[in-house]
DNA sequence: CGTTTTTGCATAGCTTGCTATCTATATACA
DNA sequence: TGTATATAGATAGCAAGCTATGCAAAAACG
């Protein structure tokens, strides 16, 4: 059931951003990099949660796109610092706006009560699976 | 948050499976023919909820894994009859209880009523993405 | 009965996720 | 200081999703 939630939300999101060159799987960058700031491609895995080669992926998509540019960090040789463009900048408010409202619709059915006690489950059920899967 | 949920049961579930030469993706297909059925592709994306090319390729893995089989369906020319090879269904029963230990673990901090709670919010927001998706 | 529409599957092409492994740079320590 | 270890990214290869499209068989209908 989660695996179908997520499905759907990922179509409903694919939906709304695709009129602006975006796809659910780029949220984390906008949200993480949207107000400017350069992080480097293991803190964005790391905020994302999902693997290193998975985020590079990405971000290969996204420079492709025009969305990011990658500029080597002075303090470290291996790293690149990753940032939007200013033409993502310019989407970065859509795109949270796609998430607001994807997420008001699937929440539509619920009381705030609710709403507060769903998403307190969810998070006790990942940090359970999360748990589990660490060692 | 969804999206990580159904990766980290995505994951443990395959951790689990393995060693049997099964894969997530695979389970509805398992559910869905453990009794010794034989059901058209269609009727398996349908009880997977997922698109019918998807089921397509899930089940070419699965004939070259030798999992399954596909017998022309005598009352139609177009569809194929799927059920699981005899040594698939052999694997039906760690594929249930891969799917049950998980699930256990992932509940395990929650209680039984919270455990309700958190099915019935789940399918309120399935209910409510998919009837706005519907169009 | 023939034509049109519907339906079941196949295929192409893409994204997003994973694991495993490699390279090159930093860091630690003997 | 020089070697060993740790870390950041890159790359390969796979699974499981999706949309769009094409084809052939079935069903509907004039």
Redesign the pocket.
Known sequence: MT?WAA?LFA?AIDRRLKEFGV????MPVFFALGDGAAL???ALAAIAS?????M???LS?MQRDGLIERRPDPR?????LVALTPEAMEKALKVKEAGMSVNAVALADLTETEREQFLELLGKVITSLEKMLED
Do not use: L
Not at 23 to 26: H, K, L, W
């Open positions: 695996n499905r179509r796809s659910s799987g780029q480097s491609q293991k999902i693997e290193q080669p998975t590079a992926a990405t998509r470290d040789g291996r790293s690149q």
